[in-house]
């Protein structure tokens, strides 16, 4: 079956970047940062396993995460559940919107998703135009499709036939609105432009709607219907009252949640990029609809960010602008501070993890390419052999979900704040007399006071006049649809003075929400690569914070004279808290030390002869492979300050004298 | 429907235990520790989540146990897919046999769990039988029900009427064995005692099977089955050969995991007890099956364990032996090594989690009570108002796992060990002579190919013999049944000395694995207790390590004069990592720290106006309520060290004069 597939196996697509992927691949399949579950069972395509080393850094990450985020500005993060009342999916419009066009191919029953095959198969016709150009002129193909301002998907395989010039501009029109067209659209794009499944080139059915929940049903009467949650926060969304009390009913603040989620991809293909199962990371920050400042906004003015504005963007160009977060908000490109200000700690979260600057931006969603809750989107969008992927979104969603949640469930999810000055306003009022108004209407007073209570100022006045012009009496609907007479002593309309101490709002929600995932593999791309001259030797440089494992611990041999002190060194560095990876295995020192810059271990502390007889170990550094000597407790004293960003590798090197001549015997 | 209920609502089993839940249980909703997950749409039955100070203390029980366990002992993190191909758990029997037997009202359709209800229905008459003995001596019943050696349940509603003794000996034995009936005896039960729905008085039906995984479909065919894992064990035994090779193929070692598990419970009533999604924590720890000692036992050996083992049990007692856990191995309480070092490291890290130590015993399972995959298994219980409740199970699952998964796969799931010996034997072997074989049977060969290969050395000798005693030819069976005719030119069967340089064996599993929700629940009713003379003030005693927030601070109140002195205090603590709740509302400071009291926050710093003056701030402690005043570097120094658990602070009032006279203006 289509779903069955094996993930590591024969791509149909391969990717144009130059970046070579296959030895990153290869690298971290050896040293299991992650597999394909059920890989002895044919693999489920889009599902993986944490191997130790992803395990971990994946953990940092989170780690680092509640600390920058939950802790820095006392967010309330809380633990939903995964399975999901299916009544809560509904009311949020996942049940009827969260869905994809997909296509079968009609010979095998293969299926895809129909915007990601149709951009695949054109964007390969265009990349085979230019083929057929460049070698006419005997130039070299320029990958310029490389930083088109949405995510790269993979090409099918590349034949060089020239296109014509209107057919070309027909494609790049398709291929920039990509994201908007509906299921008969896509039909029609695919029967005119006789696209057909790359890999067989069978014809492709009617485009189908998919919904990308995984349902399920709780409990044993088969009636309640549950689905796994597609994001974290509509659990947010339900606590809101509780966390508001919780927080002493102050605003503004931020609820969070991290957990895994999930998504029933048609046929995923991208490794961790694009996954049916994943962690993600949210916050919920609750805000004044009429006060989107931030307290905290100067703290982080200054920051530059790289901005692909919604401007920038509807020009046809792709290159963002750099820009302080401060003047962006001044200019209105960033429409407020709120916003600007998760943007800039957005940024400093993922450079604090090892995100390069230079492969990282923000791009605003065009007002058509949003999901239907959002109302103002940026995406953090980090550059990796897959093309600029959003790894972390930054909606604005309104008062979109509290809202519906609200009209559904009947459980009001307001802020109530009170007014320093009461406010005071004339409004026109409806007042029913009930001893003629029952009396008179009898079975139908239901149905004539509902549709006279949905009156506005406006319609009552219009109302009043019609009973005026009626010489007191006028017909009005019920909700029922049929008309009923009235009389002016069945109610009075009347100005009122009304006096309010309380205002009464609905928050508007900012959601900054992370793709752990997603950030974790663009990560290890950015710190991967190949010491000089020797390619077979790939070193991940993590900063010590997320590195998975902080400090190898070898002894030179296996000689007994070791054994004690590699014990009591564990012992003291387990005390540390410091993760460490001992290994006493047979390999000579030089292919363990590789084994661990491959793992992205930043420290390792060698244990030799000299060490038995004069109390000294020696430090290596992964990056600079250089080494220091000195008494174990100096060691473990500045190898503790390295990890905790006190002190730098260089400063290290300063101070202590490098070793070099380590006795192998 | 049966599975929308609201769970805070009215129940219709009441707890016999005299601990009052209700209190706890107000204190625990009202500081949002946890609540059920959609209340505003009705809830749903064993879905809670968890709110901040829940969220923090769940967060900080899997941070001491990664760190105790994992780190400790190097062992092989990874994080696995929830979402898990049917095929796997059709292999590891959980399709076939993670099934409970259910009840339906015929009226009402309402889903029970049949034994369940059968032992809730007997365990009210019988405890109606005692109180109508009680009344006629006029004594007070006694809980003698309460230290069963099985798990409490809720009762009916309990009627004082007088049992026969044969019914009542014959009510006790049905309890004692009520783990181990099957539907058919279940339902037997229920007919010849006339057990109705205590809640309607209604008729049962008969007892049906229902599997309690979650079940969904993966990918857009419909054709891939897949469940949510009701474990994450077997996510680690699929990955064991990547594990064995990342750990340089030594043994014996440990992989772990932690994540979200999910059992479609029938009719879950038990708050955190039991729900049907739940955060679990389990380690596989891979054994050589014939030598089950642990490198580290000597370091646990003196522990003291409270044991109520197997023999205890059938003789009817209740009462655990306290025993080191060296002892209980030498005498084979516990079966080896392993076993007791995990036994006893369950023990030092629920103990330093602040559960109570004469709350804490280890159960060992009947031979008849054992999950399908068992061999042995301890359950470490906890004590709360729901009974003696399992929280961490330690289990052998002898070779069971990967020996189905490595039949079914063919993907060989073995140790292989270098013999320093080789061994040496002789035995009993087939060649086929395929010259002869193929041409001779012809399309029958296959079969009988198959059924010669399967022979043991025994079997060998038996056809050897029979085809001496047939003059050279003699008949066997193929794989199909049918026989066939062979003889002596079609195989050779000889005596061959074989030699094993290499060992190869199916590691043995040692399993312990902790509900964190159970554990999580047991210990807030371990550390809850209300300050003398007056009950409306509930403490949680949390150990400063799992407490879910470590520090409170204060300003006397909203003056303005203090605002700095706060903004500068939070930034320090933040530096140092201490998880702080600021309190600035207009609440009395004895009402806020009460509040903090309930979300067990141990320690608080106050600024007043003497802050203001003289730089100084006071410290608060949680249970004993004493202050001390110092410089704000001298407190934070103190904090530090207190949460460090560096020192105590009995140690703290002793070097620093306790401070009573807190201006109030």
Known sequence: STAVQPTFGVHLFTSMAVFNRTSLEELLKKRFFYAPSFQAYGGVAGLYDLGPPGCAL?????????????LEEEMLEMDGTIM???????????VDKFADWMVKDIETGDFFRADHLVEAVLESRLEGDKQARSEKVGTEGVNSAADKNRKKKKKGKVNAIELEEGTKAEYEEILAKIDNYTGA??????????????????????????NLMFESSIGPTGHTKGYLRPETAQGQFLNFKKFLEFNNDKMPFASASIGRSFRNEISPRSGLIRVREFTMAEIEHYVDPQNKDHLRFDEVKDVRLRLLSQNIQAEGKTEPIEISIAEAVEKKIVDNKTLGYFLARIYLFLVKLGIKTE????????????????CDCWDAEIQSSYGW???????????????????????????RESLLEPLVYEKTILEINKKIFGPKLRQNAKTVEDYLLSLNEEQLEVLKKALEDGNGTTTVPGTDGNE???????FTI????????????????????FGIGRILYSLIEHVYWTREGDEQRGVLSFPPRVAPFKCLLVPLSNNPSFTDLVRNLSVKLRKLNVATKVDDSSNSIGRRYSRNDELGTPFAVTIDFQSVNDGTVTLRERDTTKQIREKVDTILHVLKELLEEETTWDKVIEIYPTFTQQELD
Request: glycine share 4%; hydrophobic share 30%.
């Open 359 to 374: 492969k990282l931006r923000f791009r605003q969603h065009m007002p058509n390419e949003m999901a239907h809750y959002a």
């Open 484 to 490: 009923y007479e009235v009389s002016r002593d069945f």
């Open 389 to 415: 992927i959003e790894c972390v979104g930054c909606a604005d969603r309104s008062a979109y979900d509290l809202t519906v949640h609200s009209n559904r469930t009947k459980e009001k999810l307001v802020v």
């Open 185 to 210: 659209e896509l039909g029609e794009i695919i029967r005119k432009h006789n696209i057909k499944n790359p890999e067989t080139e069978n014809d492709l059915s009617e485009p189908i709607e998919f």
């Open 494 to 513: 009347r100005r009122q003075t009304i006096t309010e101490h309380i205002r009464e709002y609905v928050p508007n929600v900012i959601e900054p929400s």
């Open 84 to 94: 999901t009342l299916g009544e809560v999916l509904k009311t949020s419009g996942h």
């Open 58 to 70: 994946q953990s940092n990450i989170i780690e680092l995460w509640r600390r920058h985020f939950v």
